[in-house]
């Protein structure tokens, strides 16, 4: 079978020179025959010193880890299941299998290691045995010989795959962090893999190519062609390409701690840590900062960030994946995630003690003088993120790249007021004003006078069953404003009994706290809760999903538990139940959705919108390229909104580029950023309302019942009132 390393050595130096247990079955193989029992001495006690090195070197990077702070992230009987399907997940390759090629390749490579590593395993427990209880004989060597080369066939195909991807097709997010050890890596595993079936068909050549070899599938007809040389020639091939075999070995195995192989054990942990008791959009709370006594706020020390968080650095793979989904990072902007995750790693490396080699070799010039992340990390990377979420999702390893960001940013705002200018304005309006257009709160039901909507006084108790919670952009944006109204209009139709808060509704904060404003978003919401709680409000119905995400995940921080529903959600529950008549709605367009980062990724809601949209008859449904998880942002999550864009293209652009290709006729937002980023890129690329109509969901949904209406009411009408077109 297949050479393998340690299983041979370890089970040949403890088992058959000590004990003197052997197989004498005819159908097997002879461990370590041709090699001297004083080398093999030799390599366990160097395998010995280096499995001691690996150790020692393990530890000084689990050392780095204790320098972060708290992280909740206990094994539990509530959580225990989560926890295995994730590990699950990674560890059978179902989350780099996201993408086909580069999962294919990896699992080929990671099989057929694990499938080595199985048949080593197996190799040593036999040796172990006495001869009574030893089973690698007869059939079972034959069944063990052709599992093991096919394993190490998979493996070397995996190699080669990986060789030819990062140095001939050289994707940009693989090209651009491709670093000498990449080279090393690659190359001790094809040594390994390679001498391993030199090492094999020199061995049965040696031994006269017994008829029973021929279950190696591999090694038996290489070994063909070594059948006439002499006896003397094969034992000395066979036992200098045994040693190659060994040092290529021993290299990968200190490479293990010192190189991104380490991720071979810290991705799938770090899997397995994935599940935590905050909700997926939440923020890491902070202590209340009108009476904490703490000095510095977010992350600026190793320190400062959590042990999970350090640990991340080291799981990650360097594969670039989030790289190639960041709408910053594809738009010409300075942030890649990546970058973000390896610089946090560098800081942690190159300020431990003792210093530890970082994930991925940097340049000599790049130097680290002190323990800061801003060494590293400049400010306009951080300013650039969305906060859309796309690099967190589509990791294949599950690292937590958002939250990195937001906590740097916290420390940005909160203690060196270092961010754009034009976000200072947003601060100062939500704070003067209670919401970031700088609006006269007194105006906020402006949009309700011509219509039969209950304004419900913040003393008095809730009423209605559901509180209509508009925001900000529903209240006083123009476009968004047509949204509410026919958000209302649904609900009347449908008998839901809704009342606003309206001059007393303030901001629910999202914008100050995704820009790392805590003291401005706790000034807004704590009030908010304060104010929902006394009126007993129990269900919420929001159109805005950086609202819905705020009162739903993050206002249970601050005592304010509600049962939050987006208005999409309910639209589709009363289509379902038929409380929301669409028996006549009808549109005859093409229309495409576009998915808002804070209901979907941040929220995992997906089918609501689509299920809405679907049930509006003639009307022709098309998904963008990048839909669902892989949906690109508008651009103005994370406070974008409220900050210029002048490096690089648009983001908003970007995306109308993509709506405007489908060839649709409609574009549906569920989300008031999102309606008002891409009606502009629309218009910015030459389309007005009559080629292509952008709109809320509510909007669309509206149209189609009173269109059908329209046409039904046409069709009942006696002929000679009715209007025909000439």
Same mark, same amino acid.
Request: net charge neutral; aromatic share 8%; hydrophobic share 40%.
């Given at each position: 079978?297949?050479?393998?390393?340690?299983?041979?050595w370890?089970?040949?130096?403890?088992?058959?020179?000590?004990?003197?247990?052997?197989?004498?079955?005819?159908v097997?193989?002879?461990?370590?025959?041709?090699?001297?029992?004083?080398?093999?001495?030799?390599?366990?006690?160097v395998l010995?010193?280096?499995l001691?090195?690996?150790?020692?070197?393990?530890?000084?990077?689990?050392?780095?880890?204790?320098?972060?702070?708290?992280?909740?992230?206990?094994?539990?009987?509530e959580?225990?299941?989560?926890?295995?399907?994730?590990?699950?997940?990674?560890?059978?390759?179902?989350?780099?299998?996201r993408?086909?090629?580069?999962?294919?390749?990896h699992?080929?490579?990671?099989f057929?290691?694990?499938g080595?590593?199985?048949?080593?395993?197996?190799?040593?427990?036999?040796?172990?045995?006495?001869?009574?209880?030893?089973?690698?004989?007869?059939?079972?060597?034959?069944a063990?010989?052709?599992?093991?080369?096919l394993?190490?066939?998979?493996?070397?195909?995996?190699?080669?795959?990986?060789?030819?991807?990062?140095?001939?097709?050289?994707?940009?997010r693989?090209?651009?962090?491709?670093?000498?050890e990449?080279a090393?890596?690659?190359?001790?595993l094809?040594?390994?893999?390679?001498?391993?079936?030199?090492t094999?068909s020199?061995?049965?050549?040696?031994e006269?190519?017994?008829?029973?070899?021929?279950?190696?599938?591999?090694?038996?007809?290489?070994?063909?062609?070594?059948?006439?040389?002499?006896?003397?020639?094969?034992?000395?091939?066979?036992?200098?390409?045994w040693?190659?075999?060994?040092?290529?070995?021993?290299?990968?195995?200190?490479?293990?701690?010192?190189?991104?192989?380490?991720?071979m054990?810290?991705?799938p942990?770090?899997?397995?840590?994935?599940?935590?008791?905050?909700?997926?959009?939440?923020?890491?709370?902070?202590?209340?900062?009108?009476?904490?006594?703490?000095?510095?706020?977010g992350?600026?020390?190793?320190?400062?960030?959590?042990?999970?968080?350090?640990?991340?650095?080291?799981?990650?793979?360097?594969?670039?994946?989030?790289?190639?989904?960041?709408?910053?990072?594809?738009?010409?902007?300075?942030?890649?995630?990546?970058e973000?995750?390896?610089?946090?790693?560098?800081?942690m490396?190159?300020?431990?003690?003792?210093?530890?080699?970082?994930?991925?070799?940097?340049?000599a010039?790049?130097t680290?003088?002190?323990?800061?992340?801003?060494?590293?990390?400049?400010?306009?990377?951080?300013w650039?993120?969305?906060?859309c979420?796309?690099?967190?999702?589509?990791?294949?390893?599950?690292?937590?790249?958002?939250? @990195? !960001?937001?906590?740097?940013?916290?420390?940005l705002?909160?203690?060196?007021? /270092?961010?754009p200018?034009e *976000? +200072?304005?947003? #601060?100062?309006?939500?704070?003067?004003q209670?919401n970031?257009?700088?609006m006269?709160?007194?105006?906020?039901?402006?949009w309700?006078?011509?219509?039969?909507v209950?304004?419900?006084?913040?003393?008095d108790?809730?009423?209605?069953?559901?509180?209509?919670?508009?925001?900000?952009?529903?209240?006083?944006?123009?476009?968004?404003?047509?949204?509410?109204?026919?958000m209302?209009?649904?609900?009347?139709?449908?008998?839901?009994d809704?009342?606003?808060?309206?001059?007393?509704?303030?901001?629910?904060g999202?914008?100050?706290?995704?820009?790392g404003?805590?003291?401005?978003?706790q000034?807004?919401?704590?009030?908010?809760?304060?104010?929902?709680?006394?009126?007993g409000?129990? @269900? !919420?119905?929001?159109?805005?999903?950086?609202?819905?995400?705020?009162?739903? /995940?993050e206002?249970?921080? *601050? +005592?304010?538990? #509600?049962?939050v529903?987006?208005?999409?959600?309910?639209l589709?529950d009363?289509?379902a139940?038929?409380?929301?008549?669409m028996?006549n709605?009808?549109?005859?367009?093409?229309?495409?959705?576009?998915?808002?980062?804070?209901?979907?990724?941040?929220?995992?809601?997906?089918?609501?919108?689509?299920?809405?949209?679907?049930?509006?008859?003639?009307?022709?449904?098309?998904?963008?390229?990048?839909?669902g998880?892989?949906?690109?942002?508008?651009?103005?999550?994370?406070a974008?909104?409220?900050?210029?864009?002048?490096?690089?293209?648009?983001?908003?652009?970007?995306?109308?580029?993509?709506?405007?290709?489908?060839?649709?006729?409609?574009v549906?937002?569920?989300?008031?950023f999102?309606?008002?980023m891409?009606?502009?890129?629309?218009?910015g690329?030459?389309?007005?309302?009559?080629?292509?109509?952008?709109?809320?969901?509510?909007?669309?949904?509206?149209?189609a019942?009173?269109?059908?209406?329209?046409?039904?009411a046409?069709?009942a009408?006696?002929?000679s009132?009715?209007?025909?077109?000439?």
């Open positions: 079978a297949y050479e393998i390393t340690y299983g041979d370890s089970s040949d130096v403890c088992s058959s020179d000590l004990t003197g247990w052997e197989d004498t079955s005819p097997q193989r002879e461990v370590f025959l041709n090699i001297p029992t004083p080398l093999k001495t030799a390599f366990y006690g010995a010193v280096m001691l090195a690996v150790a020692w070197l393990s530890a000084l990077r689990v050392r780095n880890y204790q320098r972060g702070g708290p992280d909740d992230r206990r094994t539990t009987r959580n225990i299941h989560r926890r295995l399907r994730d590990f699950r997940a990674g560890v059978w390759m179902q989350t780099l299998l993408d086909s090629a580069a999962g294919l390749m699992s080929l490579l990671y057929g290691f694990v080595l590593f199985i048949a080593t395993v197996l190799l040593e427990i036999d040796h172990q045995l006495p001869e009574s209880l030893k089973f690698l004989h007869g059939r079972t060597y034959q063990y010989a052709f599992g093991a080369d394993a190490g066939v998979g493996f070397l195909i995996g190699v080669t795959w990986a060789v030819v991807r990062r140095y001939i097709q050289r994707p940009y693989i090209r651009i962090k491709t670093k000498p990449d090393l890596i690659l190359g001790s094809a040594l390994i893999g390679i001498s391993g079936f030199l094999e020199f061995r049965i050549a040696f006269g190519r017994p008829s029973f070899e021929r279950w190696s599938i591999v090694g038996y007809p290489l070994s063909g062609l070594f059948d006439s040389w002499s006896v003397n020639t094969l034992e000395n091939i066979h036992r200098w390409i040693v190659v075999h060994v040092v290529a070995f021993l290299v990968f195995l200190i490479m293990i701690p010192t190189t991104k192989l380490r991720h054990f810290t991705s942990m770090n899997m397995y840590l994935r599940d935590r008791e905050r909700p997926k959009g939440a923020m890491k709370p902070m202590p209340n900062l009108m009476e904490t006594d703490l000095e510095s706020f992350a600026v020390k190793i320190e400062d960030f959590t042990w999970k968080q350090l640990f991340d650095a080291d799981a990650c793979t360097v594969c670039g994946r989030c790289t190639s989904v960041c709408p910053a990072q594809n738009t010409g902007k300075p942030l890649d995630p990546r973000i995750v390896l610089k946090v790693g560098e800081v490396d190159a300020t431990g003690d003792p210093v530890v080699s970082p994930t991925v070799s940097t340049d010039e790049i680290i003088s002190a323990n800061s992340v801003f060494e590293r990390i400049t400010a306009e990377e951080l650039s993120c969305t906060s979420k796309a690099c967190d999702e589509i990791c294949p390893v599950n690292i937590e790249i958002l939250d @990195k !960001i937001l906590d740097m940013r916290r420390y705002s909160l203690m060196e007021s /270092n961010f200018a *976000l +200072g304005n947003a #601060y100062r309006a939500m704070e003067n209670g970031p257009w700088g006269n709160q007194g105006d906020r039901a402006d309700a006078k011509d219509l039969d209950s304004v419900v006084d913040p003393g108790a809730l009423q209605a069953e559901y509180l209509y919670w508009v925001g900000c952009a529903g209240s006083f944006d123009d476009k968004n404003k047509k949204v509410t109204q026919s209302a209009k649904l609900l009347k139709r449908a008998g839901i809704v009342a606003i808060l309206g001059p007393s509704e303030m901001c629910t999202d914008s100050a706290r995704r820009s404003n805590e003291y401005l978003f000034m807004l919401a704590t009030p908010n809760v304060e104010m929902l709680n006394g009126m409000v129990r @269900k !919420i119905i929001t159109q805005c999903p950086h609202c819905f995400n705020t009162l739903k /995940n206002y249970p921080q *601050l +005592g304010g538990n #509600y049962e529903v987006h208005h999409t959600q309910l589709e009363l289509i139940s038929g409380r929301l008549d028996s709605a009808s549109l005859d367009d093409r229309i495409t959705y576009h998915d808002s980062c804070y209901l979907g990724r941040h929220n995992d809601v997906y089918l609501a919108p689509r299920k809405v949209v679907g049930s509006i008859k003639g009307i022709q449904v098309v998904e963008m390229p990048r839909n998880t892989k949906g690109m942002c508008c651009g103005a999550g994370g974008r909104m409220w900050m210029e864009e002048n490096v690089g293209v648009k983001v908003n652009d970007e995306r109308a580029r993509e709506a405007i290709a489908t060839g649709a006729t409609r549906a937002t569920a989300c008031p999102c309606y008002i891409l009606d502009d890129g629309v218009k690329a030459g389309k007005d309302g009559s080629q292509v109509k952008v709109g809320d969901i509510a909007i669309h949904v509206l149209e019942i009173e269109n059908g209406e329209r046409s039904a046409t069709l009408a006696p002929l009132q009715r209007k025909f077109s000439k």
